[in-house]
């Protein structure tokens, strides 16, 4: 079972995104801002990290430099209503989804990493 890291400050967004993964049979942690969600993902490695840009604490981009820094190599989604090419070059994300995303987006994106990862 893959286990994925949904980093949102949204609880509606939260709770939906992580209900659709774990009927698709993921397992999943909610973390509710960037300074949680660096923590857990450096304790837990998830196999994967949804994360949201604009939250409190620690935005998502400051998190994802902070994996990266820290060695974190697994796969990381950027959620987020900013259009990417107003986001930073050389974010340390590996994909990129728009918010707000329908179940079948984010559901068909988990599911390519899963597939990658040979799970």
Do not use: N
Request: proline fraction near 5%.
């Amino acid at each position: 079972m893959l286990r994925v890291l949904l980093v949102e400050d949204e609880s509606d967004v939260a709770l939906v995104a992580a209900t659709v993964l774990e009927d698709a049979g993921y397992h999943v942690t909610v973390a509710t801002d960037g300074h949680e969600g660096l923590e857990i993902a450096l304790q837990e490695q998830p196999e994967l990290v949804i994360s949201d840009f604009m939250m409190p604490r620690l935005s998502g981009l400051e998190m994802i430099e902070r994996l990266r820094d820290a060695g974190f190599e697994r796969p990381i989604i950027l959620t987020t209503a900013i259009a990417e090419d107003f986001l930073p070059s050389h974010p340390g994300y590996d994909a990129y989804l728009a918010k707000p995303y329908g179940t079948r987006e984010l559901l068909a994106l988990v599911e390519a990493y899963r597939m990658s990862l040979g799970r």
